[in-house]
């Protein structure tokens, strides 16, 4: 008996069983991790994958919204381009599950962007992401960026 309670421990602790008991924010939390792998490797594909269709995204840099996963694109190709290295650091996420298919994540970031000639340009962001499952894939409907106030 020890040793089958032993073995279904290191099952669970070792992550093994870990997508059976993952629920909605388990879920979104895996893709999110893997969509800021993306953006700082620059994978365009990868980054944009989580996207729906309608989706509609506000960014820190950008003084209108950009809606539409192919206008969002776009935004990230030229900021890919302009910015060819990134390195992106979250800070103190909050992720809401409701039910089964919306989930609300937010959060700070650390955002350090690297143009052409080597200058970096640091952002300190508030962040919110809404993720709602759609034809049962988890599916960015909005994204909003903003930067933290200046303290003196």
Known sequence: MKQLVARLFILVFTGICAEVWAG??????QIAGQRTKALEEGNIDAYMAA??????FHSALSPFRIEGKEAIRGYFVELFQLYPKRRVLPRQSAVRAYNDDLVIQNGYTALYLTDQKGEVSAYALR???????????????????SRLPVTQ
Not at 128 to 143: E, F, L, P, Y
């Open 127 to 145: 962040t919110s992401v809404i993720w709602a499952k759609i034809g049962g894939r988890w599916q960015i409907v909005d994204q909003h960026g």
């Open 24 to 29: 909605p924010a388990e879920e979104v939390l």
């Open 51 to 56: 996207f729906a269709d309608n989706a509609v």
